[in-house]
Nanobody
Framework: QVRLVESGGGLVQAGGSLRLSCAASIRVFSITAMAWYRQVPGKQREQVAAITGGGITNYADSVKGRFTISRDNAKNTVYLQMNGLKPEDTAVYFC????????WGQGTQVTVSS
């Protein structure tokens, strides 16, 4: 069974930083592309950043230059370093495969105050 556990969210002032972690119990994790997604109430879930098993990354325009996705295949963990946070980054952040499947975890709340 697939299990995804996100952590590291919290309340931070605009301009601050957070580092999110995703512990992923996924078979052949090392060759599975992963991504971070976020969701605001009333809006569609959107992809924020993605990383292939080989470490190739891509980012949504809204976070490019501020967020960095990385992975540690030995630990089956994906990270999202978020710098220069803005109030519009406030959302629940989820990790999942790319493309995603319907095995979402609980997510972790990120709240950025102004």
């Amino acid at each position: 069974q697939v299990r995804l556990v996100e952590s590291g969210g919290g309340l931070v002032q605009a301009g601050g930083s957070l580092r999110l972690s995703c512990a992923a119990s996924i078979r052949v994790f090392s060759i599975t592309a992963m991504a971070w997604y976020r969701q605001v109430p009333g809006k569609q879930r959107e992809q924020v950043a993605a990383i292939t098993g080989g470490g190739i990354t891509n980012y949504a325009d809204s976070v490019k230059g501020r967020f960095t996705i990385s992975r540690d295949n030995a630990k089956n963990t994906v990270y999202l370093q978020m710098n220069g946070l803005k109030p519009e980054d406030t959302a629940v952040y989820f990790c999942n495969t790319r493309p995603y499947r319907d095995w979402w975890g609980q997510g972790t709340q990120v709240t950025v105050s102004s």
